[in-house]
Each structure stands twice: as C-alpha cells, then as structure tokens.
T-cell receptor, first 116, second 123 residues
Framework: GENVEQHPSTLSVQEGDSAVIKCTYS??????FPWYKQELGKRPQLIID?????GEKKDQRIAVTLNKTAKHFSLHITETQPEDSAVYFC???????????????FGQGTILTVHP | DTEVTQTPKHLVMGMTNKKSLKCEQH?????MYWYKQKAKKPPELMFV???????INESVPSRFSPECPNSSLLNLHLHALQPEDSALYLC??????????????????????FGPGTRLTVL
C-alpha cells in the first residue's frame, strides 16, 4: 500500500517568516495530494490540494508544489501569522478508477507554531 | 449546506454499553467515511461507503458496526468497546468515483470534508 512520510514533525517560526512542510510518497500511481490544517480540538480542514497534472498551485499565502518524478510534494506558507499555528497533515489519494478510490493515506503531521 | 455534522459531540460509555454515532451531510456527496483519530496522530480510515454500500473496511473489529441508511446519513454502532477505543471519531464525505483532474478546489470529486467529530471515552 501507499506509504507517506512527512517532515518535519515540528516547526517553529517567527511571525512573518515562511514555513515549508514536505511529504514523500511511495505509489507512483497516486494522483491526488491534499493538505489539511487541524487546530486543537477541531476538525481537519482542507486548505489546498493539487492533482498530478499540475506542478504548482497557489492560494493567497499558501502554495503547494508537486514533483511526480521524485514523488514528493510540499506546502509553503508565506508571511506566517499566529493563527497559522496548528497541525498540518498531508495526504495522498489513489489513481482514478482503482478499487481504493476515496482512500486517503495521511502523513504523520507537522505541529507548526508561529511566534508573535 | 456545505457542512458535515456529527452527533453527539462527546460520549462517555462503559465497556458493556451500546451506543451510536451519527453523521449527516447535505452536499450531495455519495461517499462517506469513518475515521478514528488518536491525540497528535493522523486520522486512520475505518470504513468507506460509496452509494450507500460498504466499499472499504480497514479490518476494523466487529465491535464497530457501520450503517448507511441513506445517501445523507452515516451511523457507527458501538458495542462492547475497550478503553483503547477512546479517540476522536471523524466522519467525512466526498464525491466518489474518478478523481477529476479538471475540477477546482472544493468543487471537484475527491475532496473529503470532515465533520467536527465525536470525542469518545470508554471507561
């Protein structure tokens, strides 16, 4: 099955700095790569996603890049703010049409702390 | 309605009790999921329903019994749980089937939207 590794496990930055979280995956047939933000005691919320026909996607201060050859993708947060502090999970979704459609494999999470 | 709702928010039960968790969505999604999440860990998939039929069971113990009465509702029946089953139980929904390579965020197939979860404590 799919194996997803996420680094770093914790990340501490000063307000205004950039933060980068990286995930690697094992199944070259995977083609859906979402990122979720989970604040303490709350539900995971989808913040950005990318599909395998796109190399980069940006939404205001958040961007995701995908390198299918190297099987890794990264979350980039610029101009970080204290409210960005949360746990961030990457996930990997299966190839379209497979029997495992819909199943997301999650990374272990990154605890991001943004200091004012 | 763009939300997934879950009840109850909190549940405390003994090991001999029978209880049920409920999940509802009105986004027209035809795939629904149950996840279990321990503190500081990622969500772990338990079950997937697609078009009201169980399509994935991740080798979950039989003391957890899912049910999908219709396209908007998903239940998780609990019986004879163990203390190690204490966790946050998350429901999610999405469009099933092929993941579109053309769709934008939040509008295409594949994106899973989570409910707020039920915090379960087994005594």
């Amino acid at each position: 099955g799919e194996n997803v590794e996420q680094h770093p496990s914790t990340l501490s930055v000063q307000e205004g700095d950039s933060a980068v979280i990286k995930c690697t995956y094992s199944d070259s047939a995977s083609n859906y790569f979402p990122w979720y933000k989970q604040e303490l005691g709350k539900r995971p919320q989808l913040i950005i996603d990318i599909r395998s026909n796109v190399g980069e996607k940006k939404d205001q201060r958040i961007a995701v890049t995908l390198n299918k050859t190297a099987k890794h993708f990264s979350l980039h947060i610029t101009e970080t703010q204290p409210e960005d502090s949360a746990v961030y999970f990457c996930a990997v979704g299966p190839n379209a049409g497979g029997t495992s459609y819909g199943k997301l494999t999650f990374g272990q999470g990154t605890i991001l702390t943004v200091h004012p | 309605d763009t939300e997934v709702t879950q009840t109850p928010k909190h549940l405390v039960m003994g090991m001999t009790n029978k209880k049920s968790l409920k999940c509802e969505q009105h986004m027209g999604h035809r795939a629904m999921y149950w996840y279990k999440q321990k503190a500081k860990k990622p969500p772990e998939l338990m079950f997937v329903y697609s078009y009201e039929k169980l399509s994935i069971n991740e080798s979950v113990p039989s003391r957890f019994s899912p049910e999908c009465p219709n396209s908007s509702l998903l239940n998780l029946h609990l019986h004879a749980l163990q203390p190690e089953d204490s966790a946050l139980y998350l429901c999610a929904s999405s469009h099933p089937g092929l993941i579109s390579t053309q769709a934008g965020p939040g509008r295409g197939v594949g994106e899973q939207f989570f409910g707020p979860g039920t915090r379960l404590t087994v005594l």
